[in-house]
């Protein structure tokens, strides 16, 4: 007895016959056009409810019992074993997604990241599972380059290993197609291992397409298990392998295993990502803030102001306060819409980058800077120093005084922007503060300010002097003033934020919608 199992249009191309009947009325017969019409139609009944569909069919024959099994070639088994096959019917296997699974790319879809499914499947069963977890719309036609098949790709391999820009008409061919598989596709059925690598390499080259034409490339994470996926997860820019079922070749070509074989740990994981890039990116702001205030005073000297910030005084900024409260931020909650934003392309938006920049220097410093040089003042008799090279001791005293305020105040400034920077746009009063570790730090930054003024031994290493009451409590006002000038920085923000989303919205509706019925569904969704 000879059994043959496979895809059901391949097997029923080796049947003669087929079983058909019931119980005593079964029987074979030959296999007529309308068969072949009424297994199709089956098979995509089966596709169509997310079942991986197998063709089951046989062949009785006899042979000697001393027969060379080892001897017989794929020919000699393709012309002799499987000619003239009966087919037996249809398997359909359910194989239903895990649970989350469906969230979590739905969770993908709201943070901007595209998910892709490259299966061995049927074509029908491929798109009836990625309908059931949301990566493609549930209702309505899909728009060309959706799904992808082996035969769609069966001549857009390039003839070397990897895409080539040199002009060819084949190089023109490929981009051409892969342009708009890169942007559309979310199925790729019936694929092979090699056709694997090229999706990952096609997004890489032809991703991440800008306004201005040029292709920056995708950032691909690519999941596998099998020894097949290992070209794959080699080259994405992250490759995942399970670490349940996953074989070891695979687990060894991929940057990351998955010790749960869940999908919503990738997503989880992306998450933890853009947090701790958040709040780096958090963290230097901070420490940039300073900056500003810290440099200004060495050249306001030169024009006859009094030393308003020494070296001592910055080092205790820099060093005594700063540094560990910028350690602080990598215990920073996620704001509520971190899985909401934009992903950031590495080549077109660095970490430290001109709105970081921008926002340290010429927003936060300068508001420092302006409370501080304004507590400067506050000093009483510090004006009637001004541009004088020599003091006697009561002048001496109350440069000292002044110098003081001014470092004081910058300690409050940078508290301000500590809690200013916690947030992008969210409200402090909605995030409140969060990160226990950060507010000891602050605390901690008050404590060592308070060594610094009234210490003695402190007072004659960083040049400082005792503080009234009042002029301890008036350098707070600046904690007041910055914190409600950027609450109402982040009000228009998300304001700005919103408005982007209605006209990017409505662009959709009014341009692409029309042609794109995909986009349709997406947008009624």
Request: aromatic share 8%; glycine share 8%; proline share 5%.
């Amino acid at each position: 007895l000879f059994s043959l199992k496979g895809a059901p249009e391949r097997v029923a191309k080796f049947c003669k016959y087929a079983y058909v009947g019931q119980g005593g009325q079964a029987g074979i017969t030959l296999m007529t056009p309308e068969m072949q019409e009424v297994i199709t139609a089956n098979a995509k009944t089966l596709m169509g409810q997310a079942k991986r569909v197998l063709g089951i069919a046989e062949r009785r024959a006899n042979y000697p019992a001393d027969f060379n099994w080892d001897s017989a070639t794929a020919d000699f088994a393709k012309e002799n074993f499987l000619c003239d096959m009966v087919f037996i019917g249809l398997f359909g296997i359910q194989d239903p997604p895990k649970p989350g699974v469906k969230q979590a790319v739905e969770d993908c879809h709201a943070a901007g990241i595209k998910v892709i499914m490259i299966t061995g499947d049927h074509p029908d069963t491929g798109v009836a599972i990625a309908k059931e977890i949301s990566i493609i719309p549930a209702n309505g036609e899909l728009p060309p380059f959706t799904v992808i098949t082996d035969k769609d790709l069966a001549d857009k391999v390039p003839s070397g290993e990897s895409f080539v820009d040199d002009g060819s008409e084949e190089a023109k061919k490929l981009e051409a197609f892969w342009t708009q598989v890169v942007v559309h596709a979310r199925v790729f059925a019936r694929v092979t291992p090699i056709h694997k690598q090229l999706i990952v390499q096609a997004l890489q080259k032809w991703g991440g397409k800008q306004a201005d034409g040029k292709c920056y490339g995708d950032i691909v994470a690519m999941t596998g298990d099998g020894v097949n996926d290992a070209p794959a997860l080699k080259q994405a820019n992250v490759g995942v392998a399970m670490g349940i079922r996953g074989t070891e070749v695979a687990k060894d070509a991929a940057d990351i295993i998955l010790l749960d074989d869940e999908f919503s740990s990738i997503v989880h994981g992306i998450e933890q990502g853009r947090l701790s890039s958040e709040n780096l990116q958090k963290s230097i702001a901070y420490t940039l803030c300073s900056k500003v205030p810290q440099c200004v005073p060495n050249f306001m000297e030169l024009l006859g102001i009094p030393l308003a910030l020494n070296v001592s005084q910055v080092l205790a900024i820099d060093i005594g306060t700063d540094i560990w409260t910028a350690i602080a931020y990598a215990w920073q909650p996620k704001e509520s819409a971190l899985m909401e934003r934009k992903p950031r392309h590495p080549s077109l938006e660095k970490i430290v980058n001109g709105g970081v920049l921008v926002y340290a220097y010429a927003y936060m410093g300068l508001m420092q800077m302006a409370c501080c040089w304004y507590f400067y003042f506050q000093a009483p008799g510090i004006w009637n120093n001004l541009g004088k090279s020599e003091f006697t001791p009561e002048e001496a005293h109350t440069n000292k005084v002044a110098s003081t305020m001014y470092y004081y105040t910058l300690v409050v400034g940078q508290i301000s922007a500590a809690m200013a920077t916690t947030t992008y746009h969210e409200s402090l009063f909605k995030y409140l503060a969060p990160n226990g570790k950060l507010n000891i730090c602050i605390g901690l930054e008050v404590l060592f300010a308070m060594l610094i003024i009234f210490e003695p031994t402190s007072q004659g290493i960083f040049m400082t002097t005792g503080l009234t009451a009042k002029q301890l409590l008036m350098p707070w006002m600046t904690f007041v003033a910055i914190s409600c000038v950027e609450e109402i920085r982040k009000s228009f923000a998300r304001k700005a934020v919103h408005a982007r989303e209605v006209v990017l919205q409505n662009f959709l509706v009014r341009e692409v919608a029309p042609q794109n019925p995909l986009t349709q569904r997406l947008l009624g969704a």
